[in-house]
C-alpha cells in the first residue's frame, strides 16, 4: 500500500465531504497503487497522475470514484484519455492547481 501525496490528500480534501474523506483516501490506497497494471515500482509521486485523473473523473461522488478506480484497474491508459490528461504529462498537474486554487 502506497501513501497518498499531499496533493493528492489536499484534493480529496477539495472534492469530497470531510464524512467521506477517509474511505476515499482508503480506496486510493488500497486499490488505486502499484497493484494497477502496468504500474510496477512506484511511489505516492509517481501515482499522482493516475489518481488525479480519477478524482476528477469522480467530481467528489464516491460511485464515480469507484467507477474511475474500476477504469484504472483494467488499463489507466483510458482513465488518462477520459480524464483529459493523455496528450501532456502535466496536464494533471494543471488541473490540480486550479481546483487547489
Excluded at 496533493?7 to 480534501?13: E, G
Excluded at 486499490?31 to 511511489?43: F, R, Y
Amino acid at each position: 500500500m502506497i501513501p497518498l501525496s499531499s496533493d493528492t490528500r489536499h484534493l480529496v480534501a477539495a472534492l469530497f465531504p470531510v464524512d467521506l474523506q477517509e474511505e476515499v483516501e482508503r480506496w486510493l490506497r488500497e486499490e488505486c497503487a502499484d497493484n494497477l497494471p502496468l504500474v510496477g515500482k512506484a511511489d505516492s509521486r509517481s501515482l499522482e497522475r493516475i489518481r488525479f485523473a480519477v478524482l476528477k473523473l469522480s467530481g467528489g461522488d464516491l460511485d464515480r470514484l469507484l467507477e474511475s478506480i474500476d477504469l484504472a484497474q483494467m488499463d489507466w491508459r483510458d482513465l488518462f484519455v477520459a480524464a483529459g490528461f493523455a496528450e501532456s504529462l502535466t496536464a494533471h498537474r494543471e488541473w490540480a492547481t486550479g481546483v487547489l486554487e
